[in-house]
């Protein structure tokens, strides 16, 4: 059974920092691209950042020089550090788990976790 649990959300004031953790268990972890979305009310949901198996990392320009992602194969874990938060960020923030395959991709996401910014 797989499963991709986040943790670390939270309510902070604006300018301040969280980490999000996200373990996983199930899968093999290490081959695995892991991404962070967000959804924030009424809004769909985006794309915040990734990190590839071989640790190539890329971001939304919105998070840019403001949020970091990395990840732990030790720990099945992947973390995403945000610092600068801003009214905006607040968000349910999603933990996915891609690998490409032929023809397809397999995918597993998390339960989410609140961030919530207060101005």
């Known amino acids: 059974q797989v499963q991709l649990v986040e943790s670390g959300g939270g309510l902070v004031q604006s300018g301040g920092s969280l980490r999000l953790s996200c373990a996983a268990s199930?899968?093999?972890?290490?081959?695995?691209?892991m991404r962070w979305y967000r959804q924030a009310p009424g809004k769909q949901r985006e794309l915040v950042a990734a990190i590839s198996s071989g640790r190539i990392t890329n971001y939304a320009d919105f998070v840019k020089g403001r949020f970091t992602i990395s990840r732990d194969n030790a720990k099945n874990t992947v973390y995403l550090q945000m610092n600068s938060l801003k009214p905006e960020d607040t968000a349910v923030y999603y933990c996915?788990?891609?690998?490409?395959?032929?023809?397809?991709?397999?995918?597993?996401w998390g339960q989410g976790t609140q961030v919530t910014v207060s101005s």
């Open positions: 996915n788990a891609r690998q490409p395959l032929p023809g397809r991709v397999q995918e597993y």
């Open positions: 199930g899968i093999i972890f290490s081959i695995y691209d």
